[in-house]
């Protein structure tokens, strides 16, 4: 009898043991998990605020105005933006010697007073891939269905409607200086 009354004793000493640790227990685990929670908040308002260096005359800083100053856009919302006449241009980002010139010569584009609307859409993304082609492409599409790009392409849009179609590096650049 003893033995049952010193193993009761044990299982006593053991759950009052784990009692008391579990009220200490939780408290260091919520104060663990609420300090994760503040840490993780600061990294990600550190990460989002890390690129978005604007002064407070709201002019742009320098690292800033190389980045991308347009819109981009999936595919298939390029004959359905809410402008009635706008330029998407087409190319595939991860090319960097393209994309520098691309980028700058519709940064410079966007400064003209008459300046339209201007899209981009990267053909490196994997959902505009399918509309990537190494044949001929489709000068005059009537919808997201028949739009073929093969290399950089300016497409001007008006009422939802393909007006201009401009291939290569050398028309791109007519339109857009």
């Given amino acids: 009898m003893k033995k049952k009354s010193g193993q009761k004793g044990k299982e006593n000493y053991y759950n009052d043991n784990a009692l008391n640790l579990g009220v200490k227990g939780k408290v260091v685990i919520i104060l663990v998990v609420l300090i994760l929670f503040v840490a993780f908040y600061l990294l990600t308002i550190y990460i989002v605020n890390k690129d978005s260096n604007i ?18 856009i999936l595919l298939g919302r390029s004959f359905s933006m809410n402008d009635d006449d706008y330029y998407v241009i087409y190319y595939d980002s991860s090319n960097t010697d393209t994309s520098s010139i691309y980028n700058e010569l519709v940064t410079n584009y966007k400064v003209k007073e008459d300046a339209l609307p201007i899209y981009y859409v990267d053909m490196g993304d994997g959902l505009n891939k399918n509309h990537s082609t190494n044949e001929e492409s489709n000068r005059s599409p009537n919808g997201v269905d028949d739009l073929l790009i093969n290399g950089p392409t300016l497409i001007r849009f008006q009422d939802g409607k393909v007006i201009d179609y401009r291939q290569g590096e050398e028309d791109i650049k007519n339109i857009l200086n």
């Fill in 55 to 72: 002064n407070t005359d709201n002019k742009v800083n320098e690292s800033q105005e190389k980045s991308i100053s347009y819109d981009k």
